[in-house]
């Protein structure tokens, strides 16, 4: 079955949404994020490090440790967080096996999977963590505008 992102992204995406923007620089506790999310939080922050070693999180240890944001969220697309748990060329599997597909040997869907793929890439370069952050707390002046994307989605 083909699947844009893992879990593994999917867990990274809801758990950042949940990140409260107005303690921007200061640390979030993932334990706090993902009992409220409802994530495994062992997997959780296994997939963070990927944040961290792609520099959009800092971590800290001990007692009032957690992670801060590195990057504003307004600077960070869902594109960039894909990308940073799954792989530069995650968008680049083949819908009809489990390779990359390539232009010598293309599947029967590659010139269709070509013209989604770039509007795929489009949309997630357009939503941000804070897009996210902000739908999530309610507080968007676009907040309408994402909604009636996400459901036009089938979500």
Not at 60 to 68: C, H, K, L
Not at 96 to 122: L, T
Request: charged share 30%; hydrophobic share 35%.
């Amino acid at each position: 079955m083909f699947r844009l992102y893992s879990k593994g992204c999917e867990y990274v995406i809801r758990a950042l949404a949940l990140v409260n923007a107005s303690k921007e620089g200061r640390c979030f506790s993932v334990k706090d994020i993902c009992r409220k999310a409802r994530l495994p939080e062992w997997y959780t922050r296994k997939v963070f490090q990927s944040l961290v070693r792609n520099g959009y999180l800092e971590a800290s240890r001990g007692p009032g440790g957690g992670y801060t944001l590195k990057v504003h969220p307004s600077k960070i697309s869902l594109l960039n967080m894909i990308r940073a748990v799954d792989g530069k060329d995650v968008l680049d599997q083949c819908m009809m096996s489990s390779g990359k597909c390539k232009n010598k040997k293309s599947c029967v869907m590659h010139n269709k999977w070509i013209r989604i793929k770039e509007s795929v890439v489009r949309e997630l370069k357009s939503v941000t963590v804070q897009d996210l952050m902000d739908l999530t707390s309610g507080r968007s002046k676009h907040v309408s505008t994402l909604k009636r994307r996400h459901e036009s989605n089938g979500h």
